[in-house]
């Protein structure tokens, strides 16, 4: 799948978000074999830990990234730990939603992405979503992008003659695909971070782990990234 | 003109987007005489500073807002220093606007807003932008609100059941309705600060002066903000 339409012309800048795990990783190769000016950004935001940031400024050098940019987004932890009251009818639902979603994070993720390709001149801005987050994330779905580009369209001056776009080249595959696009692409593999732990090795236990652990699995790679502990039905 | 629809339940929570100045000051009484429940949002980014938050602070205690955040944006200042190479054809476009615009600014004010909104169970999310406002910012028009709107029903779990909504309840109004708004609602005016310059005085030169001494005259009110200097034409 090539990230690019046909015809596009090379030395576009892009803005890639990266946040040092294998999907965006993925995400940063694709556009550097579009032909794109790369700039990247980390968000650092309560989940994320500096396992994760360290893996972004690495994988941004060595895709030769122009600029890398690492933000702070500590009010996002703030807002996530606040609580609805439990009588609330929306408590159940976010109840049972993945831990890992805080409202509209997406929206401020690539609004500040977007904010920074706009000063640049750039035209894209890539992130890496797969099939499977779509079900628990509804700010990463291909509808939501679309409504995303039409507020860049329609909120910015830009806009008006060059509107930025949101590219997902990965939002059709599944991990195993995106396995395979990162052999294809010679992704540095062992330079990403998957793991929620803070451990030296990747625990090999968290959701993260077991979920790149069986892709990889199901790709036929080898997961060149240490772990302290990989199931044998993971093990190649 | 009501902010809420008629039969609306009191008792909602709104979170309202407070800068200290006028626009936002009045937007915080509208929700107050809605009879909600009232959170505010004050962002530090690079053209605010102390006595702006300082404002914003004093209002959200005289209005009896819950709770009151002020949430740090340094990079927004970094993005709006980064400059599009002069040859870039976005350039001409960017030289001619607002000194004020900062790209998807208002994305990333409502995200952030949105996703407090949404861990409170909040419904409303509440901005103070002026008729006069849209012609220097595409991300304060009623069709930009529009297109959020529909970003939050599709992007969050609590749009399945219960959207949250983004309103401007001074959309269309100008400046000296405001004012007159204000005079009606008991807004204090004496703790909002309007001026871009850091004195102990507003300034009364730079535009936000000038805009609000205008506005004031033209609504035929006396302005309890004192000025280092106000010009013959705008002292009543």
Known sequence: MQIAPNGEALNQKAVVLLS??????????????????LYTITYNFH???SKEIQAAEKL??????????????????????????????????????????????NTAFYAIASSWAESLGAKYVVGGHIASDHASFPDSTPEYFQLFNRLLKT?????????????????????ADVVREAVRLKVPLELTWSCYERGEKACGR?????????????????????YEYSAPSTKL
Chains 1, 2 share one sequence.
């Open 20 to 37: 040092g795990g294998l999907d965006s990783a993925v995400c940063l190769w694709k556009a550097k074999e579009a032909g794109w000016i």
């Open 60 to 105: 941004a050098e060595k895709a030769n990234a122009v600029e890398h940019r690492t933000v702070d987004l500590p009010f996002l932890k703030e807002i996530k730990d606040s609580e609805i009251d439990s009588s609330h009818p929306l408590h159940k639902i976010l109840d049972k939603v993945s831990s890992a979603y805080i409202p509209m994070r």
């Open 155 to 175: 909120g910015s001056w830009t806009g008006r003659v060059q509107p930025i776009r949101v590219v997902t080249p990965l939002s059709g595959l599944t991990k």
């Open 47 to 49: 989940l994320r830990h």
């Open 206 to 226: 968290c959701p993260a782990c077991v979920s790149r652990l069986k892709a990889f699995q199901s790709a036929g790679v080898k997961d060149p990234v240490e």
